[in-house]
């Protein structure tokens, strides 16, 4: 069965930065569309950013500029380089295959990111 395998995240202040990493454990990796999604206390799980096996990108609105997601296929991980923080991106990470083309895996731990001074 696919897992997924969260890490990177932990405290940061306002405008900092942080690179989470998702390790997969899919056959083909670069045959999948992956994303990573948030889900912050009291709300549900969304999409934060997508990838597809040839790296064409997707974000949400909240996150256009500030986060990068890529991909190395030879590793089978899934990077998000999340810049220039704000409070509001605290949530717990999880990374995932791209719901819009692939049925979702199991949920892995997911990792947390909590912005605050």
């Known amino acids: 069965q696919v897992q997924f395998v969260e890490s990177g995240g932990g405290l940061v202040q306002p405008g900092g930065s942080l690179r989470l990493s998702c390790a997969a454990s899919l056959r083909i990796f670069r045959l999948y569309a992956m994303a990573w999604y948030c889900q912050a206390p009291g709300k549900e799980r969304e999409l934060v950013a997508g990838?597809?096996?040839?790296?064409?990108?997707k974000y949400a609105d909240s996150v256009k500029g500030r986060f990068t997601i890529s991909r190395d296929n030879a590793k089978n991980t899934v990077y998000l380089e999340m810049n220039s923080l704000k409070p509001e991106d605290t949530a717990v990470y999880y990374c995932?295959?791209?719901?819009?083309?692939?049925?979702?895996?199991?949920w892995g731990q997911g990792t947390q990111v909590t912005v605050s001074s």
């Open positions: 990838i597809t096996g040839g790296g064409t990108t």
């Open positions: 995932n295959l791209d719901s819009s083309r692939h049925s979702i895996g199991r």
